[in-house]
């Protein structure tokens, strides 16, 4: 009898400070790929590679932000950004913001989503961040589903969030307690 044995991809989450150029081709490809999928955290449609490589580089450059890659056997195949307050805001200085998520389609179903959100957490935690907020459109229900498993409470809606081929789509706030005290409520029915 013939076993034949499959290779299991390797995966790792990591806060990147530099970018090769290899990683930030995969970094546009992996994006092009989640924004022409529906899921462009803002992108309606995949920038110009040019465009899309110096909106990366200038996510590394702002002091106040963290980039993390998710990778599938080394290639990077998604992101997820840590946005902390700037210094002139003292009475956010315990916010952040969980921010540009997303994970490639063809590197979905390795876990590597609820890996980002963890790495974002545990950034946030050792900044000594309390509490982290998002907003997510609510046709996005994949993501949607990975923060709520992760414990993060919906608490307001916006009825008029983004505008999509010219129609209003809804979104959804979200916040977490990084200590775990929040009480749960909603108002979303």
Same mark, same amino acid.
């Given at each position: 009898?013939?076993?034949?044995?499959?290779?299991?991809?390797?995966?790792?989450?990591?806060?990147?400070?530099?970018?090769?150029?290899?990683?930030?081709?995969?970094?546009?490809?992996?994006?092009?790929?989640?924004?022409?999928?529906?899921? %462009?955290?803002?992108? $309606? @449609?995949?920038?110009? &590679?040019?465009?899309?490589? !110096?909106?990366?580089? =200038?996510? *590394?450059?702002?002091?106040?932000?963290?980039?993390?890659?998710?990778?599938?056997?080394?290639?990077?195949? %998604?992101?997820?950004? $840590? @946005?902390?307050?700037? &210094?002139?805001?003292?009475? !956010?200085?315990?916010? =952040?913001? *969980?921010?540009?998520?997303?994970?490639?389609?063809?590197?979905?179903?390795?876990?590597?989503?609820?890996?980002?959100?963890?790495?974002?957490?545990?950034?946030?935690?050792?900044?000594?961040?309390?509490?982290?907020?998002?907003?997510?459109?609510?046709?996005?229900?994949?993501?949607?589903?990975?923060?709520?498993?992760?414990?993060?409470?919906?608490?307001?809606?916006?009825?008029?969030?983004?505008?999509?081929?010219?129609?209003?789509?809804?979104?959804?706030?979200?916040?977490?307690?990084?200590?775990?005290?929040?009480?749960?409520?909603?108002?979303?029915?």
């Amino acid at each position: 009898m013939n076993v034949q044995t499959q290779r299991v991809p390797t995966t790792a989450v990591e806060r990147v400070t530099t970018l090769s150029n290899a990683d930030l081709n995969d970094l546009y490809d992996a994006a092009a790929a989640a924004i022409d999928d529906g899921g %462009g955290f803002g992108w $309606l @449609q995949p920038p110009d &590679r040019d465009d899309m490589i !110096q909106y990366w580089k =200038g996510v *590394l450059l702002i002091p106040e932000r963290d980039l993390l890659v998710a990778r599938l056997d080394g290639v990077i195949a %998604g992101s997820a950004q $840590l @946005q902390r307050s700037p &210094r002139n805001n003292e009475a !956010q200085a315990l916010v =952040g913001q *969980l921010t540009t998520f997303f994970v490639a389609p063809w590197a979905r179903g390795h876990a590597l989503a609820p890996h980002l959100v963890q790495g974002v957490e545990e950034l946030a935690t050792a900044y000594g961040l309390k509490v982290l907020t998002l907003d997510v459109r609510a046709t996005q229900v994949r993501a949607i589903e990975i923060y709520e498993r992760s414990g993060y409470v919906h608490w307001g809606t916006n009825p008029r969030y983004a505008l999509v081929d010219g129609q209003w789509i809804t979104g959804y706030y979200y916040s977490k307690d990084l200590d775990g005290s929040q009480a749960a409520f909603s108002d979303r029915s």
